[in-house]
């Protein structure tokens, strides 16, 4: 071979690569810069806004701060604060009169505490739908609080307490939009339901679980279902600037083990090699060492970080439209953080280990409990032979206490009612931020609504920053006055725009045009 055909070659080669790193470089940025932007569906007049003068706002207030002084404490499966519960139920009562002597409202209620609405539509024809919240709250003490939990206190433009943005703001706002609704005259044409569940906070089975045990005895079946759960967020999404609307289109699955290690009890003094302790420790361990695999791209998560692709500044934005090719980086790095690493993976979390009662007995008995949250892309079945296989240790029994799959992924294509209404009702009140798919990691009373129907979107209508999140469920939950009204207002726009019949056809949109 001579030189210069060496060297000819070596061009050639060359400059196929250099074809082909600019072929794929030129392939990343067209996708990053074409992926289709969700279309925007309705277009012209939505709904009134709701005009909430002083005097609305007043009462707005002073709703929110009354039921957050109401303690409806959920302790446990059996103990809850059922005095709370039944005062809360004169309250909303004396707080909404329209919505309790409406003609075509029907309250009851259902399980001694949860209330079920049923209001009744012009057009009997038009599928209703459902919107959820709950009255419950977790326990707190005033231990870290800069006021009581329970004193509902305004401060600084935020009423502070627990249940503020968990999940009472949801409630009043709701009923507060519902009755403003009927201050105005308004009927809808839609019929829908309001469901308030009372135990939501220890699993739901004795609240939302009897609303759906009575509407499955009438045959009701939903267009859609709005339940808390994800919301606005605004610099929570690193990379993210802009604020962003998450609406949960699932939700994880849940398994609680106990593991049990029996051993023959015995004196300190002749301790054997290994002890039920001993065994049980290591078993704990080789959980945490081995964590669930990390299924990125296999749920909704993957289409979440794509359609926030724009979103992300560059080289962020490239990646994220680019998951085809940069998935195995973007899995790992999400790992990192507990918050996204949760999105990622089926998590393992051990929360009770208990063992041994006197310092020179060994016991004979150890025995810890493990909570895992399971990823839409597994299920209960698929984890359990996991957990199985990473004990692999026959002296460790295992227990299950409860479990439930991750829910079903419901539909938010272009053609989806309920999605859609969403969509657009967020645009209005929201000042038009993206609106995107996501995981809920908490459960929701939704859960026990997918007899009634396939969509069952999870979205609190509030905005949250990053040291929001750490007050859900902990110290000096509030929320400002400005979120609060959007709550109303998001409610408020929700029930006309639900009013439509269905969704636009892209024809029907060129005819507008
Ligand atoms: C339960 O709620 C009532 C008010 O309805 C309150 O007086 C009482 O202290 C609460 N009990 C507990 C244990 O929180
Ligand atoms: C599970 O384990 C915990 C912690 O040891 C214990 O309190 C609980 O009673 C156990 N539950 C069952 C059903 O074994
Ligand atoms: C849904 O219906 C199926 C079949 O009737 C039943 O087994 C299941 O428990 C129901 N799920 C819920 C959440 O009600
Ligand atoms: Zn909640």
């Known amino acids: 071979m001579s030189r210069a055909f060496c060297r000819g070659t070596a061009g050639a080669l060359l400059g196929l690569f250099l074809l082909g790193v600019g072929l794929l470089i030129t392939a990343l940025l067209i996708r990053t810069y074409t992926l289709t932007k969700p279309r925007v569906i309705w277009q012209g007049e939505g709904a009134q806004e709701a005009t909430l003068g002083d005097r609305a706002i007043k009462q707005l207030r002073q709703a929110l701060i009354g039921a957050v002084r109401i303690p409806t404490v959920s302790f446990s499966e059996e103990e809850q604060n059922f005095t709370a519960l039944a005062e809360f139920k004169d309250y909303i009562r004396k ?302 029994k295992l227990s299950i206490l409860n479990s439930f799959d991750p829910l079903p992924i419901s539909p938010h294509d272009e053609s989806n009612f309920g999605y859609q209404i969403l969509q657009r009702t967020i645009h209005s009140v929201f000042s038009g931020v993206p609106v995107v798919p996501g995981i809920c990691i908490g459960n929701t009373d939704s859960r026990h609504f997918v007899n009634l129907t396939n969509s069952i979107y999870r979205f609190s209508p509030f905005q949250l920053k990053p040291e929001d999140l750490g007050r859900i469920h902990g110290l000096n939950e509030r929320i400002s006055v400005e979120n609060l009204k959007k709550v109303v207002q998001f409610y408020y726009q929700l029930i006309q725009n639900a009013d439509s019949d269905k969704v636009p056809t892209a024809d029907q949109d060129n005819h507008e045009l």
Not at 332 to 359: C, D, M, Q, Y
Request: proline residues 6%; glycine residues 8%.
């Open 95 to 396: 707080v909404f009169p329209r919505v309790f002597s409406s003609s075509f409202i029907q309250h009851e209620v259902v399980a001694q505490y949860s209330h079920l609405f049923t209001v009744r539509g012009l057009d009997q024809g038009l599928m209703p739908y459902m919107i959820l919240a709950h009255l419950d709250v977790v326990p707190a003490t005033d231990e870290g609080w800069k006021f009581p939990p329970f004193s509902g206190e305004e401060h600084s433009g935020y009423i502070y307490g627990r249940g503020a943005l968990d999940d009472k703001s949801c409630v009043i706002g709701l009923l507060q939009a519902l009755e403003f609704l009927l201050e105005r005259g308004y009927q809808p044409r839609r019929s829908f339901y309001i469901g308030l569940g009372h135990d939501e906070e220890v699993s739901g089975h004795k609240g939302a679980m009897k609303i759906v045990e009575k509407l499955q005895s009438l045959g009701v079946k939903l267009v859609f279902v709005v339940d808390e759960g994800l919301a606005v967020v605004d610099g929570v999404i690193q990379g993210v600037k802009r604020p962003v609307a998450l609406v949960g289109t699932t939700e994880k699955g849940s398994i609680t083990l106990n593991l049990t290690v029996n051993q023959p009890p015995g004196h300190s003094s002749m301790p054997p090699a290994e002890t039920s302790i001993g065994i049980l420790a290591a078993a704990v361990l080789r959980l945490e060492n081995h964590p669930m695999p990390n299924m990125f791209g296999e749920g909704p998560e993957a289409s979440m970080f794509e359609q926030l692709s724009r979103e992300f500044s560059f080289p962020l934005n490239v990646m994220m439209a680019n998951l085809w090719l940069f998935s195995p980086i973007v899995s790992r790095v999400l790992e990192t953080t507990p918050s996204s690493n949760a999105i990622v993976r089926t998590t393992t979390a051990i929360t009770i280990f208990n063992s041994g009662l006197k310092s020179n007995v060994i016991p004979h008995m150890a025995r810890a409990t493990v909570n895992f949250r399971l990823h839409p892309a597994q299920t209960v079945d698929e984890v359990l032979d996991i957990i199985r296989n990473t004990i692999n240790d026959k002296r460790v």
